[in-house]
């Protein structure tokens, strides 16, 4: 059964995350620090959004026989990218009202508006090429629960020790599938993607230009996120190699 593909997805499913957002700003959260709760209920949408994006959009491909690079968008895949569309509105007026402490929020709503041109261009311009995004959105959400139960437990802070275990716990596992989606998955992706397009795959359906701010989009996006996962790396190995000098010195 396909899903209900016309403009009013968008709103709707904004709406949804709004609403999701201040569940959580209002009930889940309100016991949490005024610091910490714009950005748990951030995450709440987040979550939301990775794990429901990653079997709808599977979901979307698999029923989709003639699935290509330049093939035209089904239903199912505009549904989804209005979903997502949806989901980065409602996380930029998250950044709109909350501003970071810590800054570093232009970066966030940089990502999420080059992201929305992406995914609206290919939803509402072209109405090809969802495959391709869709594929690669598989993997950039693979590891939505992960990462977001690892933002959440460090941002509950180190006064509440269940949150203390879980971030202790999640953290390699989420490094470690971060990496292998972001570092190897998603430059394959890219790669096959962007030698169709390169090769004239699409010339006849997507016009170049818009092609070409896709890959630049992508391209720039899974380096920031290398760039992320690989500071992670040398934080995380600096600090069990400070642990283990401590130690010694004890």
């Known amino acids: 059964m396909e899903a209900i593909t016309s403009f009013k997805d968008l709103p709707f499913f904004f709406s949804v995350f709004v609403f999701v957002y201040l569940l959580g700003y209002l009930y889940v959260f309100r016991r949490w620090s005024p ?25 979307a491909l698999l029923s989709d026989p003639n699935r290509g690079f330049s093939s035209p968008n089904t239903q199912s895949q505009n549904s989804v990218l209005d979903f997502s569309s949806a989901y980065f509105l409602a996380d930029l007026l998250h950044l709109a009202v909350f501003p970071s402490p810590a800054g570093g929020d232009g970066l966030f709503a940089a990502h999420h508006a080059a992201v929305l041109f992406v995914f609206l261009t290919c939803r509402y311009l072209v109405a090809h090429g969802a495959c391709a995004l869709l594929a690669l959105l598989i993997v950039a959400e693979a590891t939505s629960a992960c990462q977001n139960s690892w933002t959440l437990a460090d941002a509950r802070g180190p006064d509440a020790p269940l949150a203390v275990s879980l971030h202790r716990f999640v953290t390699v596992p989420f490094y470690a599938s971060y990496s292998v989606c972001r570092c190897v998955l998603a430059p394959m992706l890219i790669v096959k993607m962007t030698w169709f397009y390169v090769s004239g795959g699409a010339d006849d359906v997507i016009p170049r230009w818009v092609w070409v701010s896709w890959t630049v989009v992508i391209v720039v996006a899974v380096s920031v996120s290398v760039l992320w996962i690989r500071n992670l790396w040398v934080l995380f190995f600096k600090e069990k190699r400070n642990s283990k000098i401590a130690k010694k010195i004890q």
């Not at 714009?38 to 794990?51: E, F």
Request: net charge positive; with cysteine.
């Open 35 to 59: 610091a910490s709760r714009p950005l748990a209920s951030s995450c709440l949408i987040s979550l939301l959004h990775g794990v429901s994006a990653v079997f709808l959009a599977a979901r």
